[in-house]
Every structure is written in structure tokens, then in C-alpha cells.
Nanobody, 121 residues
Framework: QVQLVESGGGLVQPGGSLRLSCAAS????????MGWYRQAPGKERELVAT???????NYADSAKGRFTVSRDNAKNTAYLQMNSLKPEDTAVYYC???????????????WGQGTQVTVSS
């Protein structure tokens, strides 16, 4: 089965930067959209950014202008560059991908286990 693994989270000061990575592994034929979601304490999980197989991107208003989502199709990896981080960005960040796996009839939705991002002084 396909697995998504996030990395790059940590503790940063307000105004700092982090780059998250999401690596997909398994019997992958192709990956459609990939995206990043986050869930802060006491809040619902929300979309942060998505990127299509062709490179089209979509951002939440809170992320636009500060975050950049990208992908390396050769590595089956997505990235989230986060700049000008704010305390309200503190959350567990989850990678999501729609993946066509070998022997699968249609693409399926996969989630990583999350990586903690804490923005605090």
C-alpha cells in the first residue's frame, strides 16, 4: 500500500521559515493532486495548499503570499515552503495525495501521519 511520510516540522520563531516535505512510496503508477492540510488545537482540519499533477496551485487565503507548494514528480514528493510564520500557523501539518496505485481501478486518497509545526517566541 502507498505510504506518505511528512518531514521538516519543528519549532520556529515568528517570522521564521520552514520547509515541509512529503514523500510518497509504494507501487505508484501516478499521482494526481497533492496537498497540505493542517489542524490546530481545538480547530478542524483545514486546507492549506494544493498542487495538481500539472503544477497548478491553490492556497488558502491565510497562506497566500507566505507559503509556496511545489512538487518533484520524479521523486514523488511534495513540498511546502512556509515563510513569515505566525503563531496562528501552529498546527499538525498533514500531506494528502490522490494516487493511482498499481492494480488499482481508480485513484485513491492517502494521508500522511502529520508533522508538528510550532511557531512561538
Amino acid at each position: 500500500q502507498v505510504q506518505l511520510v511528512e518531514s521538516g516540522g519543528g519549532l520556529v520563531q515568528p517570522g521564521g521559515s520552514l520547509r515541509l516535505s512529503c514523500a510518497a512510496s509504494g507501487r505508484i503508477l501516478s499521482i494526481n493532486a497533492m496537498g497540505w492540510y493542517r489542524q490546530a488545537p481545538g480547530k478542524e482540519r483545514e486546507l492549506v495548499a494544493t498542487i495538481s499533477s500539472g503544477g497548478s496551485t491553490n492556497y488558502a487565503d491565510s497562506a497566500k503570499g507566505r507559503f509556496t507548494v511545489s512538487r518533484d514528480n520524479a521523486k514523488n514528493t511534495a513540498y511546502l515552503q512556509m515563510n513569515s510564520l505566525k503563531p496562528e500557523d501552529t498546527a499538525v501539518y498533514y500531506c494528502n495525495a490522490e494516487i493511482r496505485e498499481a492494480w488499482s481501478y481508480s485513484p485513491l486518497d492517502y494521508w500522511g501521519q502529520g508533522t508538528q509545526v510550532t511557531v512561538s517566541s
